[in-house]
């Protein structure tokens, strides 16, 4: 069966939109009606006519497509795609920690699940957090929560101090210093770039930092520059088709795995196999308890507006 033409026939029978993330697989981004950051995905998906979302990505971003779209049907071609960053953030924990502190304003990362997004006052995404957090009156404290790596990136450009939660991103925090000074040493005209979920260590070795849709346009912007990439690997598919001159090598991880980079192994369940039986049968469906929705739909709707 040809997979892709099987697709492209469902989706427009059923009047679908597939949405992919840069971490997904090839063969999915090449496929899908949008692939982008998770602030793009979320503009998107508020912006849909489709009856149907695929969403190629994690649940925390599908969960988000839904509470935009409650009356639509939202996909997930796996249902057991999670994210390290939201499981480090436990809804009844987290109330408890923000009901100590109710004089602090809650901003949430968008890497969280929709019981933190109802406990939060905006949310934001990498791509639009110093905006975010500059936009609330200085004297005003803040949580931010859940990537502590986050978090700490923006206290540090924004000069303001804030109440972290403990979470962080398996993937980002996989990279080896000691193996990347090494690539470094032997690469030194290449440019280090880097996502803020990665540690601060990393950080400041880095060139430019910035959300996955910034790390492409900074890349597509210095044409005469080689790089070295400190995200997930998958967007390096994206960076190579806009760029196919460019020279870039995956930033490397800890421990040696087959691409010997960094790869979220929940990104990477979902399979254009998958995402074919997912649109075929409209299952699995992502559900939210509409009371979630009622209070998790106005701090995602604050990150809209001031990011247009
Ligand atoms: P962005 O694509 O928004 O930069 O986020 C990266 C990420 O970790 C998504 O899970
Ligand atoms: Fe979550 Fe990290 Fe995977 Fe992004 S890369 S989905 S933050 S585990």
């Not at 040809?2 to 840069?22: C, F, M, P, S």
């Not at 899908?32 to 912006?47: C, N």
């Not at 000074?181 to 032997?186: C, D, G």
């Amino acid at each position: 069966m040809d997979l892709v033409k099987e697709i492209q026939g469902l989706k427009k029978k059923k009047n679908a939109v597939i949405l992919a993330h840069y971490y997904q697989v090839p063969e999915i981004q090449d496929i899908a009606d949008y692939v982008g950051d998770s602030l793009g995905l979320s503009q998107r998906a508020a912006e849909t006519n489709a009856d149907i979302i695929v969403f190629a990505g994690v649940h925390f971003m599908a969960e988000t497509a839904k509470i935009l779209n409650p009356s639509k049907k939202v996909v997930l071609p796996d249902l057991n795609a999670g994210c390290s960053l939201a499981d480090s953030c436990p809804p009844e924990a987290f109330k408890q920690f923000t009901e100590a502190h109710p004089d602090h304003v809650v901003i949430t990362y968008v890497n969280c699940s929709a019981e933190i997004k109802a406990l939060s006052d905006i949310v934001c995404t990498s791509s639009n957090a110093l905006k975010i957090v500059q936009s609330i009156p200085r004297e005003t404290p803040i949580i931010f929560a859940p990537d502590k790596n986050l978090g700490a990136y923006i206290m540090k450009e924004t000069g303001r101090n804030m109440l972290l939660w403990d979470g962080s991103c398996v993937v980002h925090e996989a990279f080896s210093m000691d193996k990347l000074i090494e690539l470094h040493k032997k690469h030194p005209d290449y440019k280090i770039i880097a996502h803020p979920e990665s540690e601060d260590h990393i950080l400041k070795t880095a060139t430019y930092i910035g959300s996955t849709s910034g790390m492409i346009n900074y890349v597509k912007s210095h044409a005469d520059q080689k790089f070295i990439v400190a995200t997930e690997a998958g967007i390096l598919h994206k960076m190579r088709e806009e760029m196919p001159h460019t020279e870039l090598i995956p930033a490397p991880a800890k421990e040696d795995n087959t691409c010997a980079c960094s790869e979220c192994h929940f990104m990477k369940m979902n399979t254009l196999q998958k995402l074919y039986d997912c649109l075929l049968n409209e299952s699995p469906e992502i559900e939210v308890d509409p009371g979630i929705i009622d209070r998790a739909l106005l701090p995602i709707e604050r990150m809209l507006e001031l990011s247009k």
